[in-house]
């Protein structure tokens, strides 16, 4: 592992305790947690019945979700051993029939066709740096007609700025970029990998998926505490979502 994914790990490896440290509120919120409306309207329809993974699960939160949505089963996976041990401590607390594995993205360890669907996202690309191996790497996964989803921050979130009353780029930022250094938080100090729209959708087609709907949208998927920043005020894009089947 190269330097610069090694100081990631280790930012996720510290900014995962807070899933232990706040173990009891994760509980309450898991056992209500809910898929995004529009998230609902994409994917409701494929979870009856089926075996989801879900690339860098993180908390799990959705997971719990999907299983209350009629998913079979979640398998998550992640390299922060705080999101795994967190995830499934929650998960097992509430009868869930998911669990957590610990693999380093974009190799899963899993097996050939072992999913009906891959759900990720919400803070997951900006952690790989080689889209076209996700992407095959999710295509092996699923089995055939399977469906990948991706609901994630949009390309252009970087550079905004969080001020309140005008949405402004950030100078130091630029779309085209490869990648910036997180100076916020929860992963202080992570280098954030940066993928065009089109290159999202150029890896993900060039796997060999059909794309069957890509979407817009103005509302970021996470506001942090106390920010209310002008570029989520409806008029930019925050998030966008992709849904692909396995041809
Ligand atoms: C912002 S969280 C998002 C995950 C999830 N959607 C959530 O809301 O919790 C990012 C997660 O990706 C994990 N991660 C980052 N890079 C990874 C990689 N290459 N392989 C596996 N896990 C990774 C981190 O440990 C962290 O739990």
Known sequence: M??????????WAVASQKYEREHEEHLAAGRTAELLPSEVATIGALLPGADVVHPL??????????VRLGARSVHGLDYSPAALGSAQRRADALGA???YTRATLPGSGLPDACADLVYTGKGALIWLADLDAFFA????????HGHVFVHEAHPLVPLWTWEPEEIR??????????????????????V???????????????????LEHL??????????????????????????????RRV
């Open 192 to 210: 954030e990998q940066q993928h065009p729209l089109a290159e999202v959708v150029m890896a993900c087609t060039g796997a060999g998926f059909t």
């Open 57 to 66: 699960s993180g908390h799990g939160l959705d997971d719990l979700a999907m």
């Open 169 to 190: 780029v950030r100078p130091d930022r630029g779309y085209f970029e490869r990648q910036h250094v997180n100076d916020t938080f929860p992963a202080h100090g992570a």
């Open 215 to 244: 979407a817009e949208h103005p509302e970021p998927f996470w506001r942090p505490d106390g920010a209310t920043a002008a570029a989520w005020d409806g008029r930019v894009p925050n998030t966008f979502s992709l849904l692909a």
């Open 2 to 11: 190269d330097e610069t994914a090694e100081t990631t790990r280790a930012a």
């Open 97 to 99: 029939p998911c669990r």
């Open 137 to 144: 790497e999710v295509h092996r996964l699923l089995r055939p």
